[in-house]
């Protein structure tokens, strides 16, 4: 699958000038709230009719204009997860799943039943229930499954996690995983969430102010995208738990990190976000000190961030780490690109993004 | 009662019932365009419909009679090529009686027809649904309520109708003389007093009734809604 965009589409003073290509997996569309984010992912979704530019799925126009080619909605097989999650009142749980199936005959797009997403989901219990009654987080599963359920090409998510609670939010997220990972339907994932973009994207899209400023692996793209709270993102593998002191450890290219206890099985994938202002510079490796975390590397590039400020991006033997640094630190410690450094971490800043 | 008194009962229902139910599919679409639709002349339809809720009723049965009337374009035209006569019978009763109920029909439709969220058809399109099927199993439904209410508000408008109906059609017994035409005339004769009075109660209960079916039909429906 792949998803062309190139469009140019004024609404009022706002302007929106796109251009991307996603890859399989999951595309993040990142950006601050009002960069035109829900106005891209409506225009791929044929809510918006844009008024120059282009969309193709699989190299098929969905929107031409040059060439006059504008496809509805309902004939786009394009899932749509919205924020809020837009079941239907008057139908219940399992007639909203199977709500597009009528209408998904024919070949193409996921090969998906009911079984297989409600397992998928873990919505089985609320099949018979009726959508008012459901929490937040069940109405937003039960939506990704009538997405799925209509057998779309692509899966479009607009902020499906922004009108949930920190609870909410982690009960959702381990699913999302699982429908990037093993259902194989391409996601477009619109955010302004650091920590979900860390933990979930596959690709990342930066947008600022209607325009793409950046696209790429979410490894190389994130660590540049919020100035005031960057970081970076490593993927590891849970390699043990540590029961007595209740913290899991995990390995990853930079090295093995010492995090709080997690709930995931050994041998997990994981993703862990970094904050830089997280991350300590030593010139030695430090001991007798708190600090569970100490990983060596090398300086790539000191970026100042503010005048008081710079951004280090460090090289972990391939992994990138990013630390933020006052810019006497920088002076002090004589700090260059090339230099080999250590990098501590303290095993409480780490969130489970 | 006698005889002449369920004549009048009898027609009133039937015109009334006739009335609801033609005018019920066009009034819905009316509502629909009203509600949904961006076109131009879109203000002029929506005088057109509330037309007959601010003319006199004698105005609106004085016009109906010169385009619906035997010789009038429309009557003419209906009764050479289709053999549909309006004038002097109970259909033209009915025909007035759909138009006098429908602006109050329409609004009624309208208003619930606007309250539907519009998010939740968009959302029915990117299911695959085709707009007209977006209609049926969204929009319909969730404005059921409205619907029900509106066609209420023909059909009791249309049993109290009097003033275009005896313009357009007069007051001819067993054929145009609907339940308010029969009060009337009762109340210009001497002695008609005690059977304009039973006619008033029996017009009264039929209303009351089908208030009162318009309320179980809405508390039915809302009942299906939490089980379904």
Redesign the interface.
């Known amino acids: 699958m792949s998803l062309d965009v190139d469009v140019d589409h004024r609404r009022g003073d706002f302007r929106l000038k796109a251009r991307f290509t996603a890859a399989p997996g999951l595309t993040a569309l990142f950006g601050r709230s009002g960069s035109g984010k829900t106005s891209l992912v409506s225009i791929v979704?044929?809510?918006i009719r844009p008024d120059r530019g282009r969309v193709a799925v699989d190299g098929q126009a969905l929107v031409d204009t040059e060439r006059g080619v504008f496809v509805?909605?309902?004939?786009?097989?394009?899932?749509?997860v919205?924020q809020?999650s837009?079941l239907?009142?008057?139908?219940?749980v399992r007639?909203n799943l199977l709500?597009?199936r009528?209408?998904?005959r024919g070949g193409g797009g996921a090969s998906v039943d009911l079984g297989g997403v409600v397992d998928l989901l873990g919505i089985g219990h609320l099949l018979e229930r009726?959508p008012d009654s459901l929490s937040g987080g069940e109405k937003q599963r039960v939506a990704i499954g009538?997405?799925l359920l209509?057998k779309p090409r692509l899966v479009l998510m607009d902020e499906p996690l922004a009108s949930l609670d920190e609870a909410r939010r982690a009960e959702i997220l381990p699913y999302i995983e699982r429908l990037r990972d093993e259902a194989g339907i391409p996601i477009l994932y619109v955010s302004h969430s650091v920590a979900e973009v860390a933990r979930l994207a596959t690709t990342v899209v930066i947008m600022t102010e209607g325009t793409v400023t950046a696209v790429g692996p979410v490894q190389d793209i994130l660590p540049l995208a919020d100035a005031t709270d960057g970081g970076a993102v490593l993927d590891a593998k849970v390699s043990r738990h540590d029961e007595t002191f209740h913290l899991s450890v995990l390995e990853s290219a930079a090295g093995e990190l010492q995090v709080p206890g997690l709930d995931a099985p050994v041998g997990a994938p994981v993703r862990v976000y970094i904050r830089s202002r997280d991350v300590m510079l030593s010139l030695q490796r430090p001991e007798h000190i708190s600090a569970l975390n100490v990983l060596s590397g090398k300086i790539v590039s000191i970026t100042p961030a503010t005048h008081a400020q710079a951004d280090i991006r460090l090289d972990c033997n391939g992994a990138v780490l990013m630390a933020r640094l006052t810019a006497k630190s920088v002076d002090r410690l004589a700090l260059a690109p090339g230099r080999a450094v250590y990098a501590v971490v303290k095993s409480v800043s780490f969130e489970r993004s | 009662m006698t005889a002449e008194e369920w004549t009048a009962v009898r027609l009133s229902l039937l015109i009334a019932t006739t009335a609801t139910l033609f005018s019920l599919p066009v009034g819905i679409a009316i509502a629909w365009l009203l509600a949904r639709g961006q076109f131009w002349g879109k203000s002029v339809l929506d005088t057109l419909v509330h037309l007959p809720l601010i003319l006199p009723p004698v105005v609106t049965g004085y016009l109906l009679l010169l385009s619906f009337g035997r010789r009038g374009p429309i009557g003419s035209f209906l009764a050479d090529e289709f053999g549909i006569v309006f004038s002097f019978r109970w259909t033209g009763a009915a025909l007035a009686c759909a138009i006098m109920g429908f602006p109050l029909m329409v609004r009624a439709i309208r208003l619930s027809i606007e309250a539907v969220?519009q998010?939740?058809e968009?959302?029915?399109?990117?299911?695959?649904?085709?707009?007209l099927?977006?209609f049926a199993?969204?929009t319909l439904?969730?404005c059921l309520p409205g619907i029900i209410a509106g066609a209420i508000l023909g059909f009791a408008k249309s049993m109290g109708e009097f003033g275009a109906t005896i313009t357009f059609v007069s007051n001819i017994p067993g054929e145009t003389q609907t339940l308010p035409s029969l009060i009337y005339t009762l109340t210009q004769v001497p002695g008609g007093d005690a059977a304009a009075m039973r006619l008033t109660l029996v017009s009264i209960a039929i209303s009351m009734l089908a208030l009162l079916g318009s309320e179980l039909l809405a508390k039915r429906i809302g009942a299906r809604?939490?089980t379904?």
């Open positions: 979704g044929g809510l509805p909605a309902h004939r786009r097989r394009i899932g749509y919205f809020d837009r239907f009142p008057h139908l219940s007639r709500y597009g009528w209408f998904a009726d009538r997405a209509a | 969220d998010r939740l968009a959302a029915a399109g990117t299911l695959g649904a085709h707009p099927w977006v199993t969204i439904p969730l809604r939490q379904a």
